[in-house]
């Protein structure tokens, strides 16, 4: 098996159950976490969507209860991934009052906050909350911005962007393995080719369906970007954020 490194964290992963569109059963959690054994991946950040106004926004305290009864699931079952907590926070209008009142999970106690851009939004919308929320302090991780409509259609300016406001971003393996068309990917690629890319992650919802890459997509993911890269993303960087650093 080609991995990255042995140290692999997942920054992105819905594996809670019952919160989101992940997992519906503690049981289906357990299959996603025998995934990730198999895989030789050992730490996961718990990231759940919170989206308020839909039943997608379980809070902090839900997530952490959720984690500690899946973490002890594992434990009972032998399955050695450690769980940390994190959130999928979608781009909302309260979102700045929200973190203001440290309502919302960073990643894995860490500064920085995982942050989905809304797929309908437009360019300049985005553009403005994010520059309203770096410019108040926070630190975010755009979640898989490749996927979005508008952003795939900015191009370079994206790129500028990121790079001139500090944001980070995570892009979705599946989007290199072309699981979510041309478009995705091209601008995948593109993010990469303007050093703007800090994170790999799964963006995993089960262990059938947007499962985790195996073994062999691992493979063709260091063939497609570098061995460097992919354990900068998927193992240096994560880990920095999971010390703290
Ligand atoms: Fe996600």
């Known amino acids: 098996m ?6 692999v964290i997942d920054i992105h992963s819905h594996i809670l159950p019952g919160i989101d569109d992940g997992p519906a059963t ?11 054994a198999e895989l030789g991946i050992a730490t996961v950040i718990c990231t759940s969507h919170y989206i308020p106004g839909t039943a997608w926004a379980a809070s902090a305290e839900t997530v952490r209860e959720k984690m ?27 979102l700045a009052a929200r973190l203001e009142r440290g309502e919302l999970l960073a990643l894995a106690g860490s500064d920085r906050y995982l942050v989905e851009p809304a797929f309908g939004d437009p360019a300049d919308e985005l553009l403005a909350m994010l520059e309203n929320l770096s410019g108040r302090g926070y630190a975010i991780i755009l979640a898989h911005p490749e ?54 992650g799964s963006d995993a919802h089960g262990a059938l369906a947007r499962r985790p890459p195996d073994a062999g997509e691992w493979a063709e993911l260091e063939r497609m970007v570098g061995g460097e890269r992919l354990r900068a993303w998927c193992c240096v960087n994560p880990a920095g954020l999971v010390s703290g650093k």
């Open 68 to 94: 500690a009864a899946v973490q002890q699931c594992f434990a009972d079952h032998g399955v050695a991934v450690t769980l940390l907590p994190g959130m999928e926070i979608a781009f909302h209008r309260k």
């Open 147 to 200: 996927r979005i409509p508008a952003i795939q259609e900015m191009g370079e300016k994206m790129a500028g962007f990121v790079l001139e406001h500090g944001v980070e971003i995570q892009l979705n393996a599946g989007s290199l393995l072309g699981r979510f068309g041309d478009a995705s990917r091209r601008t995948a690629l593109g993010l990469i080719a303007r050093g703007c890319v800090q994170y790999l």
């Open 26 to 36: 503690l049981d289906q959690s357990l299959a996603l976490g025998r995934c990730y």
């Open 2 to 7: 080609a991995f990255p490194c042995d140290e």
